[in-house]
T-cell receptor, first 114, second 111 residues
Framework: KAGVTQTPRYLIKTRGQQVTLSCSPI?????VSWYQQTPGQGLQFLFEYFSETQRNKGNFPGRFSGRQFSNSRSEMNVSTLELGDSALYLC?????????????FGEGSRLTVL | DQQVKQNSPSLSVQEGRISILNCDYT??????FLWYKKYPAEGPTFLISISSIKDKNEDGRFTVFLNKSAKHLSLHIVPSQPGDSAVYFCAASSAGTALIFGKGTTLSVSS
């Protein structure tokens, strides 16, 4: 059974640009969550989608957005990039969401903003 | 406001000894707690969980203890092995909410 796949794995952008990250969940999983990992800050929750609907949202500015498609694949977008957006962005999938079961994480997309 | 706190950024233990990783939480609504392990360049992987109706859950060398009155949980690894060296994240949730993670504790097990 294939795991969670995130693309691209690495990318470099400059301030002011925008970026789109993609996540393909484990087959059959309907919940996709996104987290940002930075040194010293742990895993900070961005948002969670379930059956194409945003179910939960973390405390991030509106520059961070996401969506989920009918096949459960998800994308997140960051507009007007800032240096502080440099981080590892992790996607996780589950059958019904983090509150009801474990999350399965991808390897992440490492974003560097110059 | 940090709802899940791991106050020790790092822990060093000798091989064969016990590793104890601690986690505190502030939200009394949390009813499900998990520990994840993360190696460099990999995503976190699930280790062990406990629901609020229990105070202990054991899986091989790993045991998680939950003290609801103190809003505290701990992960015990016995015996510790060099392969256990990783970042350990504590996480918590309640019904309908997202899984909230702590900042992590880096465990180093020396042989």
């Amino acid at each position: 059974k294939a795991g969670v796949t995130q693309t691209p794995r690495y990318l470099i952008k400059t301030r002011g640009q925008q970026v789109t990250l993609s996540c393909s969940p484990i087959s059959g999983h309907r919940s996709v969550s996104w987290y940002q990992q930075t040194p010293g800050q742990g895993l900070q929750f961005l948002f969670e989608y379930f059956s194409e609907t945003q179910r939960n949202k973390g405390n991030f500015p509106g520059r961070f957005s996401g969506r989920q498609f009918s096949n459960s694949r998800s994308e997140m977008n960051v507009s007007t990039l800032e240096l502080g957006d440099s981080a590892l962005y992790l996607c996780a999938s589950s059958l019904a969401g983090g509150s009801t079961g474990e999350l399965f994480f991808g390897e992440g997309s490492r974003l560097t903003v110059l | 406001d940090q709802q899940v706190k791991q106050n020790s950024p790092s822990l060093s233990v000798q091989e064969g000894r016990i590793s104890i990783l601690n986690c505190d939480y502030t939200n009394s609504m949390f009813d499900y707690f998990l520990w994840y392990k993360k190696y460099p360049a990999e995503g976190p992987t699930f280790l062990i969980s406990i629901s609020s109706i229990k105070d202990k859950n054991e899986d091989g060398r790993f045991t998680v203890f939950l003290n609801k009155s103190a809003k505290h949980l701990s992960l015990h690894i016995v015996p510790s092995q060099p392969g256990d060296s990783a970042v350990y994240f504590c996480a918590a949730s309640s019904a309908g909410t997202a899984l909230i993670f702590g900042k992590g504790t880096t465990l180093s097990v020396s042989s």
